[in-house]
T-cell receptor
């Protein structure tokens, strides 16, 4: 069984630029999550999808972050414009159904904003 | 306010000893709690899940306890090996919010 795929693995941008991350979850997993992990901290949930609907985006900075999940499969997370404090690892995870179960994580995208 | 606290300091132990990591929480009523392992440059990997009505769960050299009265989970690795060196995260089921919330993790180093 293939795991959660993410790309790119690394990205360096200047502040005020835009950036997009892509995630392909495990086949058949209905729930998809995007997390932000700052160095030395645990993952913080940004947005949770159930199929292609948003379940929770309460911690997503909506003035600069956006996310979509097309056809209930792949997802993209965008930051526009980026700030220095957005430097972090962006993790995508998926789970089979309800969103409160074991999550399977991708390798993450490490973003550095200069 | 809600809070999840894991060992504030990194944990260094000698190979062969038992490592014990703690996860304390306040203002949560989790139906279950999970432990994940995270290696540098990688995403977290699920290890164990323990439910509120379970006192203890074991998997090979791993043991988790869950005390809902003390609001605490303990994670034990027996006969530790250098390959167990990693960051260990606890994740609480936030029943009211319908999601899991992660602690900041404890970094374990096992020295040969």
């Amino acid at each position: 069984e293939a795991g959660v795929a993410q790309s790119p693995r690394y990205k360096i941008i200047e502040k005020r630029q835009s950036v997009a991350f892509w995630c392909n979850p495990i086949s058949g997993h209905a729930t998809l999550y995007w997390y932000q992990q700052i160095l030395g901290q645990g993952p913080k949930l940004l947005i949770q999808f159930q199929n292609n609907g948003v379940v929770d985006d309460s911690q997503l900075p909506k003035d600069r972050f956006s996310a979509e999940r097309l056809k209930g499969v792949d997802s993209t997370l965008k930051i526009q414009p980026a700030k220095l404090e957005d430097s972090a690892v962006y993790l995508c995870a998926s789970s089979f159904s309800t969103g409160r179960e074991t999550q399977y994580f991708g390798p993450g995208t490490r973003l550095l904003v200069l | 306010s809600q809070k999840i606290e894991q060992n504030s300091e990194a944990l260094n132990i000698q190979e062969g000893k038992t490592a014990t990591l703690t996860c304390n929480y306040t203002n949560y009523s989790p139906a279950y709690l999970q432990w994940y392992r995270q290696d540098p440059g990688r995403g977290p990997v699920f290890l164990l899940l323990i439910r509120e009505n379970e006192k203890e769960k074991r998997k090979e050299r791993l043991k988790v306890t869950f005390d809902t009265t003390l609001k605490q989970s303990l994670f034990h690795i027996t006969a530790s090996q250098p390959a167990d060196s990693a960051t260990y995260l606890c994740a609480l089921d936030d029943t009211n919010a319908g999601k899991s919330t992660f602690g900041d993790g404890t970094t374990l180093t096992v020295k040969p």
